[in-house]
């Protein structure tokens, strides 16, 4: 029988593309991680790792292996599941990762009714795009994590990870505050010639509006790119810029600026890996974000 601990090594060395990396991330040196997948070798009987210049990447066989991991390591996941629900006290650590603007709006007040109705389970949230969230929930750095999806921009939906909606966020269009009497404006197309301030390029977010824009008619002159959309806001407040902004930035507050509202929607949504999604703590951490969201 192969060694479950040196399987899951071959698997984070799928996830995470070096053996310097699998290394940092699990507290090992790494040579102490090839030592382990050399052992794992001499078990199967094949080669699994061949080198590509300075890196290495798993064999046919190899890949073989980490698929029926991936099974096994699930399956290990529902019998941690049927444990907890076995308890009466929900404990233990959920982590948690999330984007920006749901970690503003949302993730405090479901925190809120956590502490409140389950006192011993640690909730550790990091704020985290979920381009870069989404492969650390497989490499099994996070349990839970919210994301976003911007229309006309499907993300990769991994067989091994399972989604649930939360609520579609309307979006609209963001006027610069650049006069004392500030309107709604006319359409996308009368912002054609302002400023813009958009998610970086490479970002869903970036290619939804851009090609908006294009859809309107014109190339956005983007002068300010970031993540935050808290400076989003600042920078059309201050007359600096045009923008696409969520509804989820205003939640709890009146809009600042004139806004637009647009027949798109992005989708906001939690994901776990397949197995996790019956544990107590991750049933509890999604009923309060739903709870939250209704209020």
Known sequence: ?????????????????????????LSYAPSSVSQQLSQLEAEVGVPLLEPVGRRVRLTEQAEILVAHTEAVLERLERAEADIARSLTDLTGTVRVASFQTA?????????????????????????????????????????????EEYPGVPGRRPADLEQEDLFADPLRLAA????????????????????????????????????????AGFEPDVRFETTDLLLHVRLVEEGHAAAFLPDLVWRGHSPTVPL????????????????????????????????????
């Open 260 to 295: 637009r509202r647009l027949p798109d929607e992005r989708r906001v949504f939690t994901v776990v890996r397949k197995g996790r999604s019956g544990h107590p703590a991750i049933v509890a951490c999604r009923e309060a974000l739903r709870r939250t969201v209704a209020v």
């Open 176 to 215: 610069p505050l650049d006069s004392a009497a500030p309107r709604l404006p006319a359409s996308l197309g009368s912002l054609s010639d302002h400023p813009w301030v958009m998610e970086p390029e490479g970002t869903p977010a970036r290619h939804w509006a851009v090609t908006r824009c294009r859809e």
């Open 103 to 147: 970690a503003l709006a949302l993730v405090p007040a479901a925190l809120g009714l956590l502490r409140a109705e389950h006192p011993h389970l640690r909730v550790h949230v990091t704020h985290m795009e979920p381009e870069v969230a989404l492969p650390a929930l497989q490499a099994r750095d996070f349990d839970l994590v919210l994301a």
């Open 1 to 25: 029988m192969f060694d479950l601990h040196r399987l899951r090594l071959l698997r984070e060395l799928k996830h995470r593309g070096t053996l310097a990396a699998v290394a940092a991330a």
